[in-house]
């Protein structure tokens, strides 16, 4: 499975930034897709994961109301749009897919993506 994941940059509070990632070695259309992220010396944390027929998602408390995540099947490609965004907000991003077919939750023990950094300033 490669996960191909971009978007990230430097913007400031209150800005929006659009993090994809491209799949490829699975049928994408059969499994789960989230994405996580760290900041520097915590643990990683889940953002966002959204099933695979994109009809269920889920949002950690800290970005619900801000970030949308949504999927195309047809493009392999999972979105993060993350809208007035906030210095905690600064992490690397990973994009993951659930480790098997049908999945849900996501759980952690998935494939995952190299990392997009997103950095907020004040």
């Known amino acids: 499975v490669q996960l191909q994941a971009s978007g990230g940059g430097l913007v400031q509070a209150g800005d929006s930034l659009r993090l994809s990632c491209a799949a490829s070695g699975r049928t994408f259309s059969l499994y789960a897709m989230g994405w996580f992220r760290q900041a520097p010396g915590r643990d990683r944390e889940i953002v966002a994961a959204i099933t695979w027929s994109g009809g269920t998602t889920y949002y950690s408390d800290s970005v619900k109301g801000r970030f949308t995540i949504s999927r195309d099947n047809d493009k392999s490609t999972v979105y993060l749009q993350m809208n007035s965004l906030k210095p905690e907000d600064t992490a690397v991003y990973y994009c993951?897919?659930?480790?098997?077919?049908?999945?849900?939750?996501?759980?952690?023990?998935?494939?995952w993506g190299q990392g997009t950094q997103v950095t907020v300033s004040s």
């Open positions: 993951a897919m659930a480790a098997s077919p049908y999945r849900w939750p996501i759980g952690n023990a998935n494939y």
